[in-house]
């Protein structure tokens, strides 16, 4: 069975910076995409920054230039490096993976348990 654990949340000041990590763990499984979502009080979980197995990244608008998406495929690891932190990136942050478990049909989506991040204004 394959989990996602999540760390690295906390509370920042407003221009700070943190760096969430997300490991892959189990057994006998191929990683595809990775990604962080967010998701704050009273609205709909939001995309925040993709990486395919090759490295290609996506960026939400509202972050582009200040967080950094990485992954260490060796660790089965992504990460999520936040710089400038603003109050309004308040969320709780959740980590996806599109990962094949060896002898299953496809592959499926994965979520982490979810971060808190609190950016203090």
């Known amino acids: 069975q394959v989990q996602l654990v999540e760390s690295g949340g906390g509370l920042v000041q407003a221009g700070g910076s943190l760096r969430l990590a997300c490991a892959a763990s189990?057994?006998?499984?191929?990683?595809?995409?990775m990604g962080w979502y967010r998701q704050a009080p009273g609205k709909q979980r939001e995309l925040v920054a993709t990486?395919?197995?090759?490295?290609?990244?996506n960026y939400a608008d509202s972050v582009k230039g200040r967080f950094t998406i990485s992954r260490d495929n060796a660790k089965n690891t992504v990460y999520l490096q936040m710089n400038s932190l603003k109050p309004e990136d308040t969320a709780v942050y959740y980590c996806?993976?599109?990962?094949?478990?060896?002898?299953?049909?496809?592959?499926?989506?994965?979520w982490g348990q979810g971060t808190q991040v609190t950016v203090a204004s």
């Open positions: 996806n993976a599109e990962i094949w478990a060896i002898g299953s049909p496809g592959e499926y989506d994965y």
């Open positions: 189990g057994s006998s499984f191929l990683v595809n995409t």
């Open positions: 990486i395919t197995s090759r490295d290609i990244t």
